[in-house]
């Protein structure tokens, strides 16, 4: 038996093949084909565009997939909400969907909207926003290149961003967050009934969750004498308490623990002073709570 994954093709692709890869399942594609090869018997992969991967999981061509949460509001599917993995194109954070302006636009509010006309690739979204705040405008799908369209094609745009960088060299400004949004797990309704399958998608999200958890954190071990053992830990922000071992030496113990990335390079220097011998940093792939 094998489970069928739909995987995003586009701009979620190469990070969601890393987080994939972090979580133990190696995808492998070529440029052009859209049947990635995997290192797991049980997995039948396949890229398709992540704004139509809703629609195939609630039609039960795929059996899960990785998709994002607008494009399962934006589809107005029922699919079974499997995971949230808070992981984007850029960074492992959300994305948001505004209402933006240009600079230029004296519009300060979606009320000044009435009867305008807007462009975004979320069409039924914008439409949901828009009726509840009361407001009635003309909105259209666009196909691209939604920054560039106003002020001159359109009054306003709803579009997706995780940095606003884009958004600012355009010369645009946010008038209002439409939604929030990150990547599911989700899966079709009747593959999550197979028993099977659904331990399979729930031993996926777990790994992939795991890979998510471990992301900006390292592992420290190092050799510290039972006399100093106070003091070093009074300088570790342990992700929980720290491992302690006895050694064969019985005045020493050896200590271990999970710690963000960006403190090491500090604390460091302030273990050794302190005593510790033998530090080891090593990274991490996946951290289950």
């Known amino acids: ?19 994939m890869a972090k979580a133990g399942f190696n995808f492998s594609v070529s440029s052009r084909s859209y049947f990635p090869s995997v290192d797991d018997g049980e997995l039948e992969g396949m890229l398709i565009r992540a704004q139509e ?7 039960g061509v795929f059996d899960a997939a990785l998709t994002g949460h607008d494009w399962i509001v934006e589809n ?3 699919v079974v909400s499997v995971s949230d993995l808070i992981y984007s ?21 979606v009320k000044d909207l009435q009867g305008k006309r807007i462009a975004t690739e979320v069409v039924q979204i914008t439409k949901n926003y828009l009726k509840r705040n009361g407001v009635e405008a003309h909105v259209e799908f ?16 709803v579009e997706v961003t995780e940095t606003g960088n884009s958004l600012r060299a355009n010369r645009l400004r946010i008038v209002d967050v439409v939604l929030e949004s990150n990547t599911k797990l989700i899966a ?3 593959s999550w009934q ?22 900006g954190k390292v592992g420290l071990k190092m050799n510290i004498k039972k006399v100093d053992l106070a003091s070093v830990l009074e300088m570790i922000p342990a992700l929980r308490n720290p491992t302690i071992s006895p050694l064969a030496d019985e005045t020493w113990v050896a200590l271990e623990t999970i710690i ?16 510790a011998e033998g530090i080891i940093e090593y990274p991490l792939n996946k951290v289950i709570y």
């Open 1 to 19: 038996m094998k489970l069928k994954l739909g995987l995003p093709k586009g701009s979620l692709q190469e990070s969601t093949f890393q987080l």
């Open 53 to 59: 991967l809703p629609r195939y999981v609630e039609d």
């Open 76 to 78: 107005g599917v029922d």
């Open 89 to 109: 194109k850029q960074s492992m954070r959300k994305v948001q969907w505004v209402l933006a302006v240009h600079e230029s636009s004296t519009v300060q509010s």
């Open 142 to 157: 666009s196909w691209g290149a939604t920054e560039v369209k106003t002020p001159d094609l359109v009054d306003a745009i």
């Open 188 to 190: 079709n309704k009747a």
């Open 194 to 215: 197979d028993p099977w399958k659904r331990e399979k998608i729930e031993n996926i999200a777990m790994l992939l969750q795991g890979a998510i958890n471990a992301g």
């Open 260 to 275: 963000a990335e960006d403190v090491v390079r500090r604390i460091i220097p302030q273990l050794k002073r302190a005593g």
